[in-house]
């Protein structure tokens, strides 16, 4: 069974420019969740999504939204980066989000120059 | 809110020299508590999940024992390759389907 897959791997942007990140859940998983992680804060929950609604939000600025199609794939949005978004953005996939296991995705690095 | 605490935060061993890595945790009702494993520059890597007090659960050289307010992971006999960042993380019994993660602790096994 084919794992999270997320897409870039790596990303290098400027100040002020917008970024989509994509995620594909493991297949028959509906729940989608993001997380940034930097050395300073560790991993931080940032939403959740389940049959195309956010069940849940973290505590990041509105500049941080995403969203889920009909597939279950999600993508996530930062618009107007600043140089604190560098970080690693990891997406994890469960059956419905309720205790089950979440399987993590490789990550997308985000550089912000 | 709910809390998770990793210690220590780094742990230097021997191979062959078990440990064991405490995670404490403090939350309102314990939906489930997850381990993981991250190597530098990937995603974290599941390696156990445990939900009610008394479970254990065995991979290899790896254990993971649940209580009502810890969870301990025990390293059995290390190998080099056990080198990595152990996280813990807590889904509370509520309606926010979130994991809340510890910081970690980094284990490093020399040869």
């Known amino acids: 069974k084919a794992g999270v897959t997320q897409t870039p791997r790596y990303l290098i942007k400027t100040r002020g420019q917008q970024v989509t990140l994509s995620c594909s859940p493991i297949?028959?998983?509906?729940?989608v969740s993001w997380y940034q992680q930097t050395p300073g804060q560790g991993l931080q929950f940032l939403f959740e999504?389940?049959?195309?609604?956010?069940?849940n939000k973290g505590n990041f600025p509105g500049r941080f939204s995403g969203r889920q199609f009909s597939n279950s794939r999600s993508e996530m949005n930062v618009s107007t980066l600043e140089l604190g978004d560098s970080a690693l953005y990891l997406c994890?996939?469960?059956?419905?989000?309720?205790?089950?296991?979440?399987?993590f995705g490789p990550g997308t690095r985000l550089l912000v120059l | 809110e709910d809390q998770v605490t990793q210690s220590p935060e780094a742990l230097r061993l021997q191979e062959g020299e078990s440990s064991s890595l405490n995670c404490s945790y403090t939350?309102?009702?314990?939906?489930?508590l997850f381990w993981y494993r991250q190597d530098p520059g990937k995603g974290p890597e599941f390696l156990f999940t445990l939900y009610s007090a008394g479970e254990e659960k065995e991979k290899e050289r790896l254990k993971a024992t649940l209580t009502k307010k810890e969870s301990f992971l025990h390293i059995t006999a290390p190998k080099p390759e056990d080198s990595a960042t152990y996280l813990c993380?807590?889904?509370?019994?509520?309606?926010?389907?979130?994991?809340?993660f510890g910081a970690g602790t980094t284990v490093t096994v020399r040869a």
């Open positions: 994890a996939s469960s059956l419905e989000g309720t205790g089950e296991t979440q399987y």
């Open positions: 297949s028959g998983h509906r729940s």
């Open positions: 999504y389940f049959s195309e609604t956010q069940r």
């Open positions: 939350v309102s009702g314990l939906r489930g």
């Open positions: 993380a807590v889904q509370a019994d509520s309606n926010d389907y979130k994991l809340s």
